[in-house]
């Protein structure tokens, strides 16, 4: 079973730091690697679907790296800001379209 | 542009009563149909999943059921909802190939009291 880890479950920054979060999985035979933003009471938000075959994405101030090989992603926001404020989710997509969802990081940027 | 339309926004239904919740997706045809459950601490699981009409697949055993009786509508249903049916229900799609994003309604906050 796929197992997808994110640690840490939440952080606090200053604003204009740059954010870095980490997301594991135990599996790394995956088809894609997704990214969600979530807001409190809220669906999720993609952000950011690395395929299996990419090392990286990159949207705006958003960048996901995915090292299969090592069973890591990391995704990076740059110059942070208070509307950063939120939980990021990773999902990885493996067999029979079955999505692994981690637990999330859940991110609080200080003004 | 491909929209998803899930209601109510929230429910507070007491235990015994039945549940019906509903999914719509727009702009575009056959899609992959999902839905998960989001527990506090628990992370998101998948409850169901749908490749085309009447076609379900149960992820786990549980008081719930799922249907799709139009190409683009997901239902979540209970005969008798239990306390622990409490949760954070959320309906999702993707196109129907292999390696596509995953789109997210804005979920449904049920308290069963």
Known sequence: KQEVTQIPAALSVPEGENLVLNCSFTDSAIYNLQWFRQDP?????????????????????LNASLDKSSGRSTLYIAASQPGDSATYLCAVLYGNNRLAFGKGNQVVVIP | SQTIHQWPATLVQPVGSPLSLECTVEGTSNPNLYWYRQAAGRGLQLLFYSVGIGQISSEVPQNLSA?????????????????????????????????SPLHFGNGTRLTVT
Do not use: N
């Open chain 1, 41 to 61: 009471g809220k669906g999720l938000t993609s952000l950011l679907l690395i395929q299996s075959s990419q090392r990286e994405q990159t949207s705006g101030r």
């Open chain 2, 67 to 99: 249907s799709r009786p139009q190409d683009r509508q997901f239902i979540l249903s209970s005969k008798k909802l239990l306390l622990s049916d409490s949760g954070f229900y959320l309906c999702a799609w993707s196109v129907p190939r292999g390696s």
